[in-house]
């Protein structure tokens, strides 16, 4: 037996955990719920201001940083809960999670760019 | 004197419907899919935006409807059990101990919620108004 | 509370007679502060001599006599017959092999718990007549609740990850890594590392914590396992930031 390289996709899992826990909540309350609720201003979603917002370097960088997190913990818990429902072909499911995750940190990472 | 030790098979998808705390298990794992698939969602989003304002209007379009709302409702439902279990088993991964003293595990949790109650504020602030 | 009849409903293998195990049913009057260990006592001396279990101290130190009381590990010493309703299903711990009756195979644990290493390795040998090694109380309390372990395997048999996976090395092995790790007398850790931080080793784990619920004297391994990732990707990502550096 050697040691593993499991700590670098925990952390990567850890860290995304971490930030989903203290952050998705209130997303998905603003960008899903509060609209029909009737809680947020008109033009809180607007292209205009979304547009605006996601113009700095910075904020580029935050939001690539929590969604990448957040789609690798993702990826990595489904990975272990394909295992804990008995699909034993483990290297296959971890290239279709880590690949979905991959895809879209790609396709963030574009979008960022063009932004 | 024979050995025939017997193994006794357990079922390798279904083991978890045994017990009230393999489901509670099950339902903490599960909650990274509507995660994973919400974050997903905001990553389309974000691209759609970066296309203009005819692709981020037929997105924002295409969200809305009953079904929308109720993939909004579960994701909700499962991040906030998400956030209670993450925050539930912190003091057991990281026990603290402070001038001698080790810290109460309930601490901790208490000091995560009010973290989270400042995060969901700032999200608020900054996305929301 | 008063004396109350019990069926104990009790799953029996002979390797030597029977393909399956299969339940037998006993009857038991029970005085109001048994435990269940009593009531397999009683069934042992007066109903069927053939039952066979493991028991000893009678008092949740030995680890001896765990055992799946309507389907949770419990010690049968420790779970009083005035909590259970009036028909108990003992079995043998889950997960595990049964040699015979109530009796299961623990052979993989003793190997796995011998893997870990589990003594101090010191940074120097010192003879008896050097003196002992120093440690603070509060050097003692930060490893004092590993070692709390009996052996009882009640933890691995409420695992599922073990149950999924019997090469993972499981939560009392890996408390007690965790316990010397821990120990200020002890170096060992990148000793026990090949063992420990492999993939059947801590990274096997999911955190259910199914083993900290079931265990009778609260050493809280599943604590001790993700202490153990977190100090375990600590030393990983020193190795490539710092190599020289070894502990």
Known sequence: MASSHKPVIWGLFAAGGTVAAFLVPA????????????????????????????????????????LFLIVWHAAHRLRITAHDLGIRKDTLVAVIFYGIATAGSLLLLAALATL | MSRRPYLREQSKSGWWLSQPRY??????????????????????????????????????????????LLFAAAAMLFAVYHTLTWFQVTPKAMPL??????????????????????ASAAVWLLVGS | MSDRTIELEILRYDPEQDDAPHFQTYTVPCQEDWVVLDAINFVKEN????????WSCHMAVCGSC???????????????????????????????????????VMDDFMEKLAAVRPYVIAAEE???????????PAELARYKQYTACINCLLCYSACPQYGL???????????????????????????????????????ECSFVGACSEVCPKSVDPAAAIQQTKIASS??????????????
């Open chain 3, 126 to 136: 010192k003879d008896v007549e050097d003196g002992e090694h120093l440690q603070t």
């Open chain 3, 66 to 104: 765990g055992m799946a009381l309507n389907g949770e590990p419990a010690l049968a010493c420790h779970a009083f017959v005035r909590d259970y309703p009036e028909r108990i299903r003992i079995e043998p711990l889950q997960n595990f092999p049964i040699e015979r009756d109530l009796v299961v």
């Open chain 2, 97 to 118: 101990t402070l001038s001698g003293k080790r810290v109460p595990g309930g601490v901790i949790v208490a000091a995560h919620w009010l973290g989270f109650a400042v």
């Open chain 3, 165 to 203: 996976n019997d090469s993972f090395i499981g939560p009392a092995a890996l408390a007690l890594a965790h316990r010397y790790n821990l120990d200020s007398r002890d170096v060992g850790r990148s000793a026990r590392e090949d063992v420990v931080a492999s993939n059947p080793g801590i990274w």
């Open chain 1, 27 to 66: 997303l998905i309350l603003i960008t899903c719920l509060a609209a029909p609720l009737g809680l947020l201003p008109a033009d809180a979603l607007s292209y205009a201001r979304l547009h605006g917002l996601l113009q700095s370097p910075l904020s580029k960088l935050i939001t690539f940083a929590i």
């Open chain 2, 23 to 68: 489901v509670r298990y099950m339902m903490r794992e599960v909650s990274a899919a509507f995660i994973g698939i919400y974050a997903l969602i905001l990553i389309i989003g974000v691209h759609r935006l970066s296309q203009g304002e005819i692709a981020y209007a037929s997105f924002m379009a295409s969200t809305k409807g009953p079904a929308g």
């Open chain 3, 47 to 54: 109903l069927d001599r053939t039952l066979s279990y493991r």
């Open chain 3, 234 to 247: 600590g030393d990983y990502f020193m190795k490539f930031l710092m190599p020289w550096k070894r502990k």
